[in-house]
C-alpha cells in the first residue's frame, strides 16, 4: 500500500526566513507522480508542483524549490526567504492508478505552517 | 470556465438523515473524484469515476454512495448521516488516467452531523 509521511505537524517561522518542509513516501510503483498542494486558511486546495519518478532534478519557481531523492524516497519542499502570505496546511500527496483507472491520490497528513511577521 | 463546483458550502445535518453533496465540473474531464478530509489531517479517497457510468470505491467508501450519469456531475450521497461522517469533501477532476494528471479541486463542503 502506498504511503505519504509528513512527519512535521506544525512549524512556526519568523518572516524571511527559510523552511523546509519535509515529505517521505512508499511506494512498489516503478512510475509514480509525487505532488505538492497548498491549503489555505480559506480552505481551498492550491496545485503547487509535480514531480515524476524518473526526473530527479531539482526544481526551482520563484522562492519555492523542490528536492526529490529517489534514493531516500523524499521529496522535500523549501520556501526561501518565507512570507506571512505562505502560511498555510501544505500536502504532500503520491499518485497510484494506471491510464484506465484514473490518477488516485494518497496525501500525507499536512504541515502546517505558520510565518509570523 | 468556473472548473470545479461543489453545493451547498456549508450544511449540518442530524443523525439519519439523508443528503447529496453536488459536484459539476465544465472541463469535459472524464475522471471524478470524491475525498474527505478530517480535521487535522490529510485528504482520504472516498470514491471515483473514470467516465459516465463507471464508478469505484476508494479507501473510505463506507456510508456512501455515487453515480456518474453525465460526464459533468458526479453527486456523492449520504443514506443516514452518522457523526463520523464530518469533515469536509472535497469533489476534484482530472483530465485523463494515468498518473501523471494534477487533479483541480473544488472548494469543498463542510458538513457537520450532530
Same mark, same amino acid.
Given at each position: 500500500a502506498q504511503k505519504v509521511t509528513q512527519a512535521q505537524t506544525e512549524i512556526s517561522v519568523v518572516e524571511k526566513e527559510d523552511v523546509t518542509l519535509d515529505c517521505v513516501?512508499? =511506494?512498489?510503483? =516503478? =512510475?509514480? +507522480?509525487?505532488?505538492?498542494?497548498?491549503?489555505?486558511?480559506?480552505?481551498?486546495?492550491?496545485?503547487?508542483?509535480?514531480?515524476?519518478?524518473f526526473d530527479e532534478q531539482n526544481e526551482i519557481?520563484?522562492? +519555492?524549490?523542490?528536492?526529490?531523492?529517489?534514493s531516500t524516497s523524499s521529496f522535500n519542499f523549501t520556501i526561501t526567504a518565507s512570507q506571512v502570505v505562505d502560511s498555510a496546511v501544505y500536502f504532500c500527496a503520491l499518485s497510484e492508478g494506471g491510464e484506465t483507472s484514473g490518477s488516485r491520490l494518497t496525501f500525507g497528513e499536512g504541515t502546517q505552517l505558520t510565518v509570523n511577521p | 470556465n468556473a472548473g470545479v463546483t461543489q453545493t451547498p458550502k456549508f450544511r449540518i445535518l442530524k443523525i439519519g438523515q439523508s443528503m447529496t453533496l453536488q459536484c459539476t465540473q465544465d472541463m469535459n474531464h472524464n475522471y471524478m473524484y470524491w475525498y474527505r478530509q478530517d480535521p487535522g489531517m490529510g485528504l482520504k479517497l472516498i470514491?471515483? /469515476?473514470?467516465?459516465?457510468?463507471? *464508478?469505484?470505491?476508494?479507501?473510505?467508501?463506507?456510508g456512501y454512495n455515487v453515480s456518474r450519469s453525465t460526464t459533468e456531475d458526479f453527486p456523492l450521497r449520504l443514506e443516514l448521516a452518522a457523526p463520523s461522517q464530518t469533515s469536509v469533501y472535497f469533489c476534484a477532476s482530472s483530465p485523463a488516467g494515468?498518473? /501523471?494528471?494534477?487533479?483541480?479541486?473544488?472548494?469543498?463542503?463542510?458538513? *457537520?452531523? *450532530?
Open positions: 513516501y512508499e =511506494t512498489r510503483d =516503478t =512510475t509514480y +507522480y509525487l505532488f505538492w498542494y497548498k491549503q489555505p486558511p480559506s480552505g481551498e486546495l492550491v496545485f503547487l508542483i509535480r514531480r515524476n519518478s519557481s520563484g522562492r +519555492y524549490s523542490w528536492n526529490f531523492q529517489k | 470514491y471515483y /469515476s473514470v467516465g459516465a457510468g463507471i *464508478t469505484d470505491k476508494g479507501e473510505v467508501p463506507n494515468g498518473v /501523471s494528471y494534477e487533479q483541480y479541486f473544488g472548494p469543498g463542503t463542510r458538513l *457537520t452531523v *450532530t
